[in-house]
């Protein structure tokens, strides 16, 4: 039962334009959101995230938005740049209690930005 | 650097033979986690630790141990390893207060014949 999905594997964009990372969970206990950036060859990198109390949340070209009746998230990325060529990662969490140390992640789209 | 230490990088077993990764940080982080990344299913959590003394299972906790003796260390001991442990493998830690994003170490790639 997969509670966090990315149904996209993957998206290419052109260099300058908006690029848009879709994910959804079932898990209605999830209040605490996040995306993740990797590369090949090394672990995940933290990149933005989000909590329930918000719907939208900024951190330079990275903007991530919640919409909590359907479940769904989505990181936005303007402009573009070919170094953000990467997979990216969903993840959620249940951010009461001891629950926070549990991290579910999506299956990750790779991102690919052409010059 | 202050971060996540992870080693071997890199480590082939035998089918049933035993071993431990080694997991370290030094950002005194109180809650750590084991993943494990394999092809179309993302990361999947292991076991984790919220301290010092305290574990408990992930998703796929069958074939490991853990164990949290100090802050800084959480070793991830296999004990009879099976060709299905064959994956990367990620240690990664976060503090306790606030809501921040968890820090991860570079990875282990284990393969098992």
């Known amino acids: 039962d997969q509670q966090v999905k990315q149904n996209s594997p993957s998206l290419s964009v052109q260099e300058g334009r908006i690029s848009i990372l879709n994910c959804d969970y079932t898990n209605s206990m999830f209040d605490y959101f996040l995306w993740y950036k990797k590369y090949p060859a090394e672990g995940p990198t933290f990149l933005i995230s989000i909590s329930s109390i918000k719907d939208k949340n900024e951190d330079g070209r990275f903007t991530v938005f919640l919409n909590k009746s359907a479940k769904h998230l989505s990181l936005h990325i303007v402009p573009s740049q070919p170094g953000d060529s990467a997979v990216y990662f969903c993840a959620a969490a249940d951010a009461g209690g001891t629950s926070y140390g549990k991290l579910t992640f999506g299956q990750g789209t790779i991102l690919t930005v052409h010059p | ?113």
């Open chain 2, 1 to 113: 650097n202050a971060g996540v230490t992870q080693t071997p990088k890199f480590q082939v077993l035998k089918t049933g033979q035993s071993m431990t990764l080694q997991c370290a940080q030094d950002m005194n982080h109180e809650y750590m986690s084991w993943y494990r990344q394999d092809p179309g299913m993302g990361l999947r959590l292991i076991h984790y630790s919220v301290g010092a003394g305290i574990t408990d299972q992930g998703e796929v906790p069958n074939g490991y141990n853990v164990s949290r003796s100090t802050t800084e260390d959480f070793p991830l001991r296999l004990l009879s390893a099976a060709p299905s442990q064959t994956s990367v493998y990620f240690c990664a830690s976060t503090p306790a207060t606030g809501l921040r994003g968890y820090t991860f170490g570079s990875g282990t790639r284990l393969t098992v014949v």
